[in-house]
């Protein structure tokens, strides 16, 4: 059976008291640490780290399952490169490092 306030003494009143007064001081001891402007820009800059984090992670993982498929058509199941696949290819990409480097020494000289 709990104490009521008729049986309980001056002394455990005031323990009581002196216990309540402590959990409140530290209670806002802890809302003054969270609404501290630091505390609030450091918890918004963590969530803005981890969502970029997380997106760069679906991306990484995106980017590496589209780059493996691409390079299992450039080689055969038994590892060998297939020129036939590979030469269209490199011939592209040399076309468009042509182009993308007369295109800007074309703006330098105007």
Do not use: C, W
Not at 20 to 44: M, Q, S, W
Not at 60 to 69: D, E
């Amino acid at each position: 059976m709990s104490e009521t306030s008729d049986t309980r003494t001056p002394a455990q009143i005031e323990a009581d008291i002196e216990r309540r007064r402590e959990r409140l001081a530290e209670t806002l001891d802890e809302i003054g640490v969270r609404v501290h402007p630091k505390t609030i820009v450091g918890d918004a800059k963590a969530k803005a780290v981890a969502s970029v984090d997380h997106t760069l992670g679906r991306v990484y993982v995106g980017a590496n399952r589209v780059i493996s498929r691409f390079t299992g058509k450039l080689v055969s199941e038994d590892g060998a490169p297939r020129l036939e696949r590979i030469v269209p290819v490199a011939v592209v990409v040399v076309g468009l490092v042509g182009l993308v480097a007369l295109g800007g020494s074309r703006k330098r000289k105007v």
